[in-house]
C-alpha cells in the first residue's frame, strides 16, 4: 500500500469535540483541507454538526450553515443558487450529513437536489446508524449487526444508497474510506472540479456505536475495503463504474470480529454475511466488467 | 483568543478547547532496538543502514555499519546472520536478506576505496595479541578512538581464521586483505611472525602498554582418541585449510572422508571436492542437525559431498593402499553448552567405510598451556569477568580463546566489547553510553498494511560445474537494483522512517513536523492512539499520562 499523502492547510481545527480516534473528525480534516477555503459548509444535525460546532467556537475554517435534518441538500441548493446571484459560482458548496440526514430523513431532498442536478458536493459520512443520538439503526445499518433499536441484530439489509445515487445519473459517485486518505482527498479534489451534483459516501467505523477500540477505526475501516464489505469505487454520470481497489482480499471474518455490533453472530451468521458480501462483490464486477466492454 | 476567519456569529475557532485534557496516554516517540539488532553479534544498527541503503546513500550506511563492524564485505558472506533468523518480516514472507544488503555495502566501499578516518594518536598504548576477527577488530575500535595499538601475531600475515580456516570461494582473498588493509592503515604499529605470547612475555607487553587485549583464538585441533595422528593418511583440518592449494593436493588421496558437521568440516570437504577427490562427511548428528549452517550444507551436498549422518568412528586401519574406518550408529543428544553432545552407539548397527584420507574436522581449543599459573581458566577458555577483563587487571581477552561462541562476527562483537572496556577504563571520567533498555519491537507493532508482500532479493549461486574447477566465491552478489528493492523489504521496527503517518492520522491535528521527527501537543492531544496503530515500523507507543 502507498504511504499516506495529503495536503492539510489548517481548514480544520484542533479542540473539536469528536471522540478521541474519531474516523469522522479524521476524514473531516482531509475533506476541508482538500476541497479548500473558497467553500461554504452545509450541516445536518449529526455528529459534523457538533465537531463542527460548538457557539461561539468552530473548528472548520469555512463558514457554516447548520440545516434541519430532512432538509440539507435542499439548503445546500438554496446557498449555491444565492451565491450564483452574488456572481460567486465558483464557490464550492459542502453539504455534509450523516446515513441518517441521508439515507433516511433527508433523502427526499438529496434526492430532489439530484434530480435537479443541484451544483454541490455532497458528502455523507455513513456510520450505518444514529450514532450521536444513543446508536440507534438506520436504514444504512447493515444486515445482522446490532444497534439500540435492533438488539438481536438488524433482520433487513443496508439500502444500497450508491445504486438510488446512480439510477439519478448525476455525474460522481464515490465511495471513500478513512483507511485510505490519499484516495479520499483525491476524490474531493475530482467531485470539486466537476459540475453538477457529487456524492462521496464515506464509511466511518463508529468507535462507541460498532464497539471499536479507540485506535482502531482506521484499521477496522481498512479491513472492511480489503474484504470487500465495503467497496471503494467511483460512478461516473450513474453507468461508468470503477474500483478504486479492485480486489477483495480477506474474508470478512477479521472484519467482523473487530466490532462488538458482531459479537452474537453464529458461525451461520457469519458464512451468510460472507456470501452478501461476494454477492455484492460479483454484482459489482458485472457492472465495472460492463463499462469495460462499452 | 484564536479569532475565526470568518466574520459570522460564530467567531472563535475551537483551538480555544484545550481536548487534551480528556487524556490518560500520550504518544511517544522512542527509536526501540529491533529484533535483528538484539540478535546481531556486534549490535549493529540494522534497520538504520538499511534505510540508508534504501534511500540510496552507501556511504552512509557504510559509515553506520562500520560504528560496529569493520568487516562488512567480509560479514556479508560469511556471517552466521542471527539477524535474519530474528527478522519480523519471516512472519509476513521473507526473513530480509541482511547479508546480501551487508555484503552489497561492504563490497561497493571496497570498489570505491572508501576509508577509515584516523584521528591522531595518543600517547596512551594498547597491546592486542592477535591478528583475527577479534584482534582486528578491537584494534580498530582503539585506534578509533585514537588510542595507540601494537598488533601482535604469530603468523606472517593477518586474518586468523578468516585468512587460514576460511576457503577463498567463500570469502575471495581480496575483500580479505582490502577490510583488513584498511584498518592497519589506521595506523596500526604491527608485528607480524613472532612467537607466540607465554606468560612472561604477557608480563613484558602488560609493563609496556596501558592495557593488553589477548585474542589468539583456538589453534589446537581436537584430536579423536580412536585416530594415530602419526599416520600419513590423517591430516589435520586446521593445517589442511591453511595450505596453499598445491599443498592440499599433494596430501590428499582420491577418497577423503571428513569427520565432523561444523563449518570447518564443510570447508574442508568442499575444498577437497575443487581438488577433484570423492568426499565423504562422517557426522554424529542426525540429518539436518549438523552444527554448520544449512546454506553450507546444501551447496556441499550440490558439489557432491556424501554425508554418512548420526554416525562414528571406532578405529581406522590402513588396508592395501587405502584406510578402512570401522564405524558405529549412535544415538545423538545435544547438551546445554555450545557444542556439547552425547552419544550412544547402537548395537549391531556396525559398518565399514573406505578412504585413502582422513580429514578430522572437530573442532580446535583454546591453547591456554602457555599461561598456566598466570591466567585463570574457565573450562577451556580463559576466564573473564563483566567487560572482557581476565583473573589479570588491565588484561582484556575475548574471541574464540576466552569464549565457546565460535562464529567470526562474534569474535569480532568481543572485540569490539573489549575495546569499548578498555577505552572506557583508560578515559577517566568518559561515562558509557548507557544500554537502550527498550524491549524489542515485535512483529504485532509493525502495521504490515504499509509493507506490499514481496519475495526475497536472492544471490545467486555460480554453476555448480564452475564452482568445482576453482576456488573462486561461489555466491554471485545483488546488483544495485535488487540491493535497493531488498533494502525497502525492511520494516525498519522501532526506527522511524518519517513517513508521515502519524501526522496523517491524527484526527485532531496534534502532531507536528519537525525537520527531523515529530513532536506531539499535550493540548489537544485526546490520546487516541491512532498514529500508534498506523505507525508502519512501531516506533511510537502510548505511555500513561498522569499530568492532568
Known sequence: MEMTKYRDNGQFCSGHVACAGCAEALSMRVILNAVGEDTVGVVAPSCTAVILGGHPMSSAKIPVLHGTLESAAASASGVKRALKAQGRDDTTVLCLAGDGGTYDIGLQALSSAAERNEDILYVCFDNEGYMNTGGQKSSSTPHMATTGSTPLGKATHKKNLIEILAAHRIPYIATASPSHLSDLAAKVEKAKSIRGTKVIIVLIPCLPGWGVADNAAVKTARLAVEAGAFPLLEIEDGVHYSLTVAEKTRPIDAYLAEQKRYRRLSDEDRAALQSEVDDAWSRLLARAGKDLNA | ?548
Open chain 2, 1 to 548: 483568543m484564536n479569532k475565526h476567519p470568518s466574520p459570522l456569529w460564530t467567531h472563535l475557532t475551537s483551538e480555544n478547547r484545550m481536548t487534551g485534557t480528556w487524556r490518560s496516554a500520550l504518544p511517544n516517540y522512542q527509536n526501540q532496538p529491533s529484533p535483528c539488532l538484539g540478535a546481531c553479534p556486534v549490535h549493529g544498527h540494522i534497520a538504520e543502514w538499511i534505510k540508508q541503503v534504501k534511500d540510496g546513500d552507501v556511504y552512509g550506511a557504510w559509515v553506520t555499519l562500520t560504528e560496529n563492524n569493520p568487516f562488512p564485505a567480509i560479514a556479508g558472506r560469511i556471517c552466521h546472520h542471527p539477524c535474519e533468523s530474528a527478522c519480523n518480516r519471516q512472519h509476513m514472507d521473507e526473513t530480509v536478506g541482511i547479508c546480501s544488503l551487508e555484503r552489497f555495502v561492504g563490497d561497493t566501499a571496497l570498489a570505491e576505496g572508501w576509508q577509515f578516518s584516523a584521528p591522531p594518536t595518543q600517547e596512551t598504548s594498547v597491546a592486542v595479541i592477535g591478528g583475527g576477527p577479534a584482534g582486528l577488530s578491537a584494534a580498530y575500535q582503539l585506534r578509533r578512538r585514537g588510542f595507540r595499538v601494537a598488533l601482535y601475531e604469530t603468523k606472517d600475515e593477518l586474518g586468523g581464521l578468516m585468512r587460514f580456516g576460511i576457503p577463498a570461494y567463500r570469502l575471495a582473498r581480496s575483500v580479505l586483505d582490502g577490510e583488513i588493509n584498511r584498518i592497519t592503515a589506521m595506523g596500526v604499529d604491527l608485528h607480524l611472525g613472532v612467537p607466540a605470547v607465554d606468560g612472561a612475555a604477557l608480563e613484558t607487553l602488560q609493563n609496556s602498554h596501558d592495557a593488553v587485549f589477548l585474542a589468539t583464538g583456538a589453534s589446537l585441533p581436537k584430536r579423536l582418541p580412536a585416530l594415530d595422528y602419526a599416520n600419513p593418511w590423517v591430516v589435520d583440518s586446521a593445517d589442511f585449510l591453511a595450505a596453499p592449494v598445491s599443498e592440499q593436493t599433494d596430501r590428499t588421496g582420491a577418497r577423503v572422508i571428513v569427520i565432523g558437521g561444523g563449518s570447518a568440516a564443510m570447508d574442508v570437504a568442499r575444498s577437497a571436492r575443487r581438488l577433484g577427490r570423492s568426499v565423504t562427511v562422517l557426522a554424529l548428528e542426525p540429518e539436518g542437525r549438523l552444527p554448520a549452517q544449512r546454506i553450507e550444507v546444501e551447496e556441499a551436498v550440490e558439489e557432491g559431498v556424501n554425508f554418512v549422518h548420526g554416525a562414528m568412528m571406532k578405529s581406522a586401519e590402513a588396508l592395501g593402499s587405502g584406510v578402512v574406518l570401522n564405524c558405529v550408529r549412535v544415538d545423538f543428544e545435544p547438551g546445554d553448552a555450545p557444542g556439547a553432545f552425547s552419544v550412544e552407539p547402537l548395537d549391531g548397527s556396525d559398518f565399514e567405510l573406505m578412504a585413502d584420507t582422513i580429514i578430522p574436522a572437530i573442532g580446535q581449543d583454546a591453547d591456554l598451556a602457555r599461561w598456566s599459573g598466570v591466567l585463570d581458566a574457565k573450562g577451556p577458555v580463559v576466564a573473564t569477568g563483566r567487560d572482557w577483563q581476565t583473573s589479570k587487571p588491565g588484561l582484556y581477552a575475548g574471541g574464540d580463546v576466552a569464549s565457546m561462541n565460535r562464529f567470526v562476527t562474534q569474535a569480532v562483537g568481543m572485540g569490539k566489547e573489549a575495546a569499548t572496556a578498555i577505552a572506557a577504563a583508560l578515559t577517566p571520567g568518559d561515562a558509557r553510553p548507557p544500554a537502550n533498555g527498550a524491549a524489542q519491537v515485535a512483529y504485532d507493532r509493525i502495521n504490515i498494511a504499509y509493507h506490499d508482500t514481496h519475495g526475497r532479493n536472492r544471490q545467486r549461486n555460480t554453476e555448480i560445474e564452475a564452482r568445482l574447477a576453482t576456488f573462486d566465491e561461489v555466491q554471485q552478489p545483488l546488483g544495485p537494483n535488487e540491493a535497493r528493492s531488498e533494502a525497502a523489504r525492511c520494516f525498519s521496527c522501532g526506527t522511524c522512517i518519517y513517513c508521515d503517518n502519524c501526522y496523517f492520522y491524527c484526527p485532531d491535528m496534534a502532531i507536528t513536523k519537525l525537520e527531523n521527527g515529530y513532536v506531539v501537543n499535550s493540548d489537544y492531544c485526546k490520546g487516541c492512539g491512532l498514529c500508534v496503530a498506523e505507525c508502519p515500523t512501531g516506533s511510537i507507543h502510548m505511555r500513561e499520562d498522569t499530568s492532568s
